[in-house]
């Protein structure tokens, strides 16, 4: 695989120096030159393959001959062993449960998929790596589990403090070993930005091996797709053959870039629904073709706030780069945290199921896509985490306990270890160069 920046003033490089350098030193994003299209022969049988097979399929095209079979196989093995079922709620409707995984959030699958890589290539080259990850509440707890104790790596994650829920910030703030967490008196995209300023400042690169695990690194990307195909195939087994329009919850675009490029592999989707909360920014672009950041504002929806969305240029090209192009991959819809609960409580009191907001988000998004389109089509819904990681939002909005996984429910009892930050970038590099 041989990437170029997105900004095209940086030199090209191999998978191995993208997934470690995780930005382009011309601040563009690295975005592979060719992507492979599947046989249909692997379309033809996908419904028999488990998620691991379809993922170790995806990667071999992908990777080509950047990691040799037998160590890949290795690397899916230990990263994609937990499932991600589709659950029917309605005729026609599906939610595809992401939340398996140890933080019991989407993120798992690129956070684990990550650290299996870096380490393999790690065992060859011996280096210590720090990673910088910025977080609004799903990354930061997968990262921290992915990287728990892996040999040669630290990690440092920032999160914006008082922004995500008590699980959440139980999960970045309770490991300890290699995992620090920052609690950043700003906003998500104050985090970010000071991770992204750090891998460009150059007294930081020469004193550590910088890496980012945010969806900026290529290889949190790949991962991602595999779930795509994964959803096809179980429609397929259940002998599902309407088209398909997937509805991605999104704050980075990191998601919804990877299910774009499980469509250039040649996964057949009708279309994607980019769902967002009032941080609307991508639905404004789709809507007018002006592409509008701003400072991100809080909602229930807390891992969605994000005001400027790191994979929109990957998420615009791998869509036809012109905005004609992209409007006929991607529709967008927003809600508001009103018609996010009120969601939340229709889906609960029709059928019995639980939402977290960022799925009930993604619901309505899909709703309103498949009611406007009167198409005969199966719609699928990213559901990106557990609804108990949310869980005052989701007690208070159904009005009733809900059970909690002994996963989620242990961290409660655990001690919280943070160490406040500014977000001024001299702050968090004084902290750095000090380590
Ligand atoms: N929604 C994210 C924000 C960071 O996004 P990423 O996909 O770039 O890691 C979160 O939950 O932290």
Redesign the pocket.
Known sequence: MILYSTKHASPDVSLEEAVFRGLPPDNGLYMPYEIPTLPQSFFDTIGDLSISEIAFEVAKALLGNDVPESDLKGIIERSINFEAPLVGIEPNKYVLELFHGPSMAF?DFGARFMAALMSYFLQKSHQDIHIL????????GAVAQGFYNTPDIKVTILYPTGKVSDIQEKQLTTLGGNVTALEVDGT?DDCQSLVKQAFLDQELSSKYNLASA???NIS?LIPQSFYYFNAYAQLKKAGVDKPVVFCVPS??F?NLSAGLIAQRMGLPVKMFVAATNINNIVPNYLASGVYEPRPSQETISN??D?GNP?NFIRMQLLAGDAYEEVVKHIAGDFSNDDDTRVTMKEVYDKTGYIMCPHTAVAYRGLSSYMTELGEDVTGVLLSTAHYAKFLDVVEGTLGTTVPIPERLSALLSKEKVAIPMSTKFSDFKNYLLQL
């Open positions: 993120k990850v910025a977080t609004s509440g799903d990354t930061g998500f945010n969806s900026i949190r704050g980075n990191g891992a969605m994000v790191s």
